[in-house]
């Protein structure tokens, strides 16, 4: 079986998330949102699709700032359901702004998403998984596995000859101070 290392490099989308986010540790409460977000409106469908449409939800979430997408209202659903350059599937788009609130709350008790998932860390992926079913919408097996490896919480985003995999490990990601 084809691993994303051997697929992504030089692909003009796959080859840069591949290179320079995929697996590395994130820090910014918004990026961390980004991805989830990403992760879950990919379920179903290509990373691909999800990659080449990632400037699109960028500017449909402004941003991905976390209490602006908190505050979106029926309006603002109507709007990114309109919006051809997204995916416009309305589960998806309820759970994005829903975990939104979520992540308002977790930053309230906890500081921010990062400290939450800090808090947590490490888990097993099946223990991830009841964490983050318990906690926010539309997050399966797969959801959560592609969220935590891309962040730098669970391992395998890289093969270990992958040349980014030592970039990685240089970036400590919580995986590898477990």
């Given at each position: 079986?084809?691993?994303?290392?051997?697929?992504?490099?030089?692909?003009?989308?796959?080859?840069?998330?591949?290179?320079?986010?995929?697996?590395?540790?994130?820090?910014?409460?918004?990026?961390?949102?980004?991805?989830?977000?990403?992760?879950?409106?990919?379920?179903?469908?290509?990373?691909?699709?999800?990659?080449?449409?990632?400037?699109?939800?960028?500017?449909?979430?402004?941003?991905?700032?976390?209490d602006r997408v908190a505050?979106?209202?029926?309006?603002?659903?109507?709007?990114?359901?309109?919006?051809?350059?997204?995916?416009?599937?309305?589960?998806?788009?309820?759970?994005?702004i829903h975990n939104a609130?979520v992540v308002q709350d977790?930053?309230?008790?906890?500081?921010?998403?990062?400290?939450?998932?800090?808090?947590?860390?490490?888990?097993?992926?099946?223990?991830?998984?009841?964490?983050?079913?318990?906690?926010?919408?539309?997050?399966?097996?797969?959801?959560?596995?592609?969220?935590?490896?891309?962040?730098?919480?669970?391992?395998?985003?890289?093969?270990?000859?992958?040349?980014?995999?030592?970039?990685?490990?240089?970036?400590?990601?919580?995986?590898?101070?477990?």
């Amino acid at each position: 079986m084809s691993h994303y290392c051997d697929l992504a490099p030089g692909h003009p989308f796959h080859g840069p998330y591949h290179d320079g986010e995929y697996g590395f540790p994130v820090a910014g409460d918004d990026t961390l949102f980004e991805r989830l977000a990403l992760e879950i409106n990919q379920a179903g469908l290509s990373w691909l699709t999800v990659l080449k449409k990632r400037e699109a939800f960028h500017a449909a979430f402004e941003g991905f700032a976390i209490d602006r997408v908190a505050a979106y209202d029926d309006a603002e659903r109507a709007r990114l359901l309109a919006d051809a350059g997204i995916i416009r599937n309305r589960r998806k788009v309820d759970a994005v702004i829903h975990n939104a609130g979520v992540v308002q709350d977790l930053r309230a008790e906890h500081g921010s998403f990062k400290a939450w998932l800090d808090h947590h860390h490490p888990l097993a992926h099946a223990d991830w998984v009841k964490l983050f079913k318990r906690t926010f919408r539309f997050t399966g097996p797969e959801i959560v596995n592609e969220f935590l490896m891309s962040c730098g919480y669970l391992p395998g985003a890289h093969r270990d000859d992958c040349p980014v995999q030592a970039r990685i490990l240089a970036a400590s990601p919580a995986w590898a101070r477990a």
